[in-house]
Structure formats: C-alpha cells, structure tokens
C-alpha cells in the first residue's frame, strides 16, 4: 500500500464544498480543514504511486475551485 498526502489551496470559500467533494474519491481516507497556507490536507491509501498520480493529478486539480496542489508520499 501507498500512503501520501496531498495538501490543497483553495479559492476563497470553497473549501468546504471541496472537502466534502475530495472525501468521495475513491482511495482518499480523510480529508480536513486546516488553518495555515494550505485549506485541506487530505490522506490517500492506494495499491500504488500510479493510484496517487490518479488521484492527485487528475481527481483533485479538476475539481472546480482548487488553486493548487501538493503531494507527499510517506516513505515508511
């Protein structure tokens, strides 16, 4: 299994709406409301680094109202 967290900038007051939006992707096992430089931090646990590209790169960024992603694998 691969773990990573992706860390979402979102326009101004959609982070609510796309929380709930990213909580849906399959593969996604949280997804939170932060404070700070980023609006979301969302938890990922999929079968490879293909998923998460997948996820990040494709499911995430075409929601509409984010700004920016950043994605991070755990290494153990």
């Known amino acids: 299994m691969v773990v990573a967290y992706v860390m979402v900038k979102a ?3 959609e982070a609510g709406r796309l929380r709930d939006d990213i909580a849906a992707i399959d593969g996604v096992v ?3 409301i932060v404070a700070g430089d980023i609006d979301i931090i969302t938890k990922v646990d999929v079968e490879s680094p293909a998923d998460v590209k997948d996820i990040a790169a494709d499911a995430i960024q075409a929601l509409d109202g984010v ?3 950043h994605t991070y694998i755990a290494m153990g």
Do not use: C, F, Y
Request: hydrophobic share 10%; glycine share 12%; net charge negative.
């Open 11 to 13: 326009h101004t007051g």
């Open 30 to 32: 949280s997804a939170h």
């Open 67 to 69: 700004e920016d992603t």
